[in-house]
């Protein structure tokens, strides 16, 4: 731990001191960019990992920027609509171009919550990271050991069909959440590289097919 | 009732179809998690921490007696409930542990890398020396409250940067603290969710750590918590003590302030 003190510190040590004898100025909440900028320099001091440029994953993009309101502050409409442009940008397809893919992959890794993690000065390294799918969603009729963080996906095909219309928008709803909802709890799985195409299309499969143990009917 | 009888009443719960027992014991869980505290590992670890606080040990072979955690040297009574403060002696605001190390550093003469280094203990382990003394001075303040004031300014700056980050969104999962403890009655896959927007939840949280956690076999200790939320969310290793953690602890003590603290609180 670093004991020097930043420039923000200081400064607003010398404001709080001279808060009675001047009786305005003195709010309680700190000035917003003076405190992010201490809060930055304490990230920079605060974090190891195995190697350096994974300390880059703590620097955040444009987008994760205005989506990280303090107290559910409501985003502006241009805040809205820059995220939705920026992630509409990212989306990249498959090589091949299909978009619905092998089902049955598509379970195993909607049911992995694994890969990628930073440990004991180690990196996490498998074959390929998980999907993280059930830690936040229901998925196949009758499943307990599921999260709901996220809206529940059981039936999603059943219910949508399969469409390329609807191949098409899982899979970017999957590539980049925030292109369809700005700023949305779930990770821009795609964008941020945490997934594949090829891994995607095998979860559009695994929500849409019709042979798919998701859509099968309810127990 | 009886330890064994309260056990054969927690395996008979657990052993219903899940149906059957969300409709006739719809907080099954919490009456199980009520049933573990009673007989509690974690005040093993109080007793091992209490001795090690007065032994005489490390290279000056000195004990911690001499340690100030705010209210003066040696004087444990209602300390942790003040923590994380500012501390004239260190120019910084502190949490619990990290003035453990500046006592242990400074009086003992440990060095502050080593301590750091084992400061979490791996699970289904003895624990370490900074996890027993951690729990045994905040089992000091039992049922005392939490009151942490932010009088001096690095105190509120700790505070507002602490709400700030609990808000950052990073990392390839896009997660700040907010995007999980956010929100009331969510779970990852069945692990319930503390919203720490809920002053009722928070208190519920920072009046029961440091904790025994079932599936580790060890006490953990706030600085643990903080450490593995991060690593849940893919990002670098916090390390232990740093400001990020401060910041956070800060945030969260105070609006955890009225809590009841009891410890060693029980985790699944």
């Not at chain 1, 990280?68 to 809205?80: I, Y």
């Not at chain 1, 909607?110 to 990628?116: I, L, R, S």
């Not at chain 2, 009673?38 to 001499?66: A, M, V, Y």
Request: aromatic share 6%.
């Amino acid at each position: 731990m670093s004991h020097s003190t930043t420039v923000g510190q200081r400064v607003r040590t010398l404001a709080a001191s001279l808060c009675p004898l001047l009786a305005i100025g003195c709010a309680t909440t700190a000035d917003t960019s003076a405190t992010r900028d201490d809060a930055e320099q304490m990230i920079a001091r605060s974090f190891s990992a195995p190697a350096p440029e994974l300390l880059k994953r703590l620097d955040q993009d444009k987008a994760q920027q205005i989506c990280s309101k303090v107290d559910h502050a409501p985003l502006t409409q241009e805040q809205s609509a820059e995220v939705v442009k920026l992630a509409r940008a990212s989306i990249k397809y498959p090589s091949s171009g299909k978009l619905a893919g092998d089902w049955k992959h598509g379970e195993q890794l909607a049911h992995d919550g694994a890969g990628d993690r930073i440990q004991f000065g180690q990196l996490e390294k498998r074959k390929e990271n998980g999907g993280l799918c059930q830690n936040c969603h229901a998925l196949e009729p009758g499943e307990i050991n599921v999260g709901n963080v996220g809206p529940s996906l059981t039936g999603y095909g059943a219910q949508r069909g399969n469409s390329e219309e609807i191949a098409k928008y899982t899979y970017e709803k999957i590539y980049n959440a925030w292109a369809y909802f700005p700023c949305s709890n779930m990770p821009r799985l795609g964008a941020n590289g945490h997934l594949t195409p090829e891994q995607i299309a095998d979860l559009v499969a695994y929500l849409v097919d019709s042979k798919s143990p998701l859509n099968a009917k309810s127990k | 009732m009886s330890s064994v009888r309260r056990w054969i009443a927690a395996i008979a719960v657990a052993a219903l179809p899940w149906p059957l027992a969300a409709q006739t014991e719809p907080n099954g869980l919490a009456l199980g998690r009520k049933m573990l505290l009673e007989d509690n590992p974690g005040e093993l670890w109080i007793d091992r921490g209490k001795d090690l606080f007065s032994q005489k040990r490390g290279p000056r072979n000195e004990s911690l007696e001499r340690c100030d955690f705010g209210l003066g040297p040696g004087k444990l009574e209602g300390a942790s409930v003040r923590l994380p403060r500012y501390f004239a002696d260190t120019g910084h605001v502190q949490d619990l542990e990290s003035r453990l190390l500046t006592c242990m550093v400074e009086l003992q003469g440990f060095k502050r890398e080593d301590l750091a280094k084992s400061a979490l203990s791996p699970a289904l382990s003895s624990g370490s020396d900074i996890e027993a003394l951690a729990i045994y001075v905040t089992s000091r303040s039992n049922g005392m409250k939490m009151n942490v004031t932010l009088d001096h300014p690095q105190e509120r700056e700790m505070y507002e940067v602490g709400r700030y980050l609990f808000h950052r969104r990073s990392g390839q999962t896009d997660f700040a603290c907010v995007t999980c403890h956010g929100d009331a009655d969510k779970r990852i896959r069945l692990q319930d969710l503390v919203n720490m927007t809920d002053r009722k939840q928070i208190q519920e949280v920072v009046g029961s750590w440091p904790a025994y956690r079932g599936s580790h076999g060890v006490v953990r200790t706030m600085q643990w918590r903080m450490y593995d939320c991060f690593w849940q969310m893919r990002l670098p290793e916090l390390a232990y003590g740093s400001d990020v953690s401060i910041a956070l602890i800060t945030y969260l003590h105070r609006q955890g302030n009225g809590a009841v603290v009891q410890v060693p609180g029980f985790k699944r």
